[in-house]
């Protein structure tokens, strides 16, 4: 068991990847608060995972929300080892420069993290230590022809991750990030859900197949796990070979 008794937070756990990563967690032993705004959703992977996982109403965009789930995490357990800052969205537009696209992406996928690293660090600092893991996108290293606010959204989260691991780094607290490359698309993708783009972006990754949920799952396992405990401030593409070309 990779994960034997650690305490593990994963956003965006309803659906997807974060639902896979919840799994994966759970299989390795590690107990995982699920959490998610969509109830219902994240109601039935926690029902999946037995007693190994429970549901915590989380608007990651929110910072009361991220206090009151690592309340949660720590009345329940005690404790908390991994934060997988998963939670995401994509422009929902096929329009460059719609401003409440921007406003979204930004504030779910970068002011996330940012408060999901606040939240947390006090707790892993006391404890002694702990791994964040933040999902990132290879938008933020290649121009993907999406709103610009995805890319720019996901190119500061690389940001970020780095400059949270060289400051935590004493208080052995590690951060990472994962990018994901041409994936299953989310619930609101527009211009990457169409067939045609799809086989673009499908013909440009060396391995000649989309991403599975698992694959990035597995990938945030090993990083959150005592097999990479001299890893930090790393960027992991699972993409494919996309990024090598």
């Known amino acids: 068991m990779r994960l034997a008794g650690k305490i593990a937070l994963v956003t965006g756990a309803a659906s997807g990847l974060g639902a896979a990563t919840a799994r994966r967690f759970v299989e390795e032993g590690a107990k995982v608060c699920v959490g998610d705004i969509l109830e219902p959703e994240a109601s039935a992977v926690v029902e999946g995972l037995g007693g190994n996982a429970f549901f915590q109403r989380l608007d990651v965009t929110d910072e009361g929300s991220w206090k009151a789930a690592v309340e949660a995490i720590l009345g329940r357990h005690g404790r908390l080892d991994i934060l997988v800052n998963n939670a995401g969205t994509g422009p929902g537009t096929t329009d460059l420069f719609e401003d409440s696209a921007w406003e979204r992406q930004i504030a779910i996928n970068t002011k996330g993290p940012f408060l999901g690293i606040k939240a947390v660090v006090p707790t892993m600092q006391s404890q002694g230590g702990g791994a964040i893991v933040n999902i990132s996108s290879i938008s933020a290293k290649v121009g993907m022809g999406l709103h610009l606010g995805y890319g720019g959204s996901k190119g500061a989260v690389l940001g970020m991750s780095k400059s949270a691991a060289v400051q935590f780094a004493r208080d052995g607290i590690r951060v990472n ?50 097999e990479a405990k001299y890893i930090t401030g790393a960027e992991l593409p699972v993409d494919g070979g996309y990024l090598a070309r």
Not at 188 to 211: E, F, H, I, W
Request: proline letters at 10%; hydrophobic letters at 50%; glycine letters at 6%.
């Open 177 to 226: 990030a994962v990018m994901p490359g041409v994936m299953p698309p989310m619930r609101n993708s527009t211009v990457k859900a169409d067939p045609a783009t799809r086989q673009r972006m499908l013909d440009a990754v060396p391995l000649g197949r989309m991403g599975e949920v698992e694959d990035i799952a597995n990938a945030v396992l090993f990083l959150v796990s005592d």
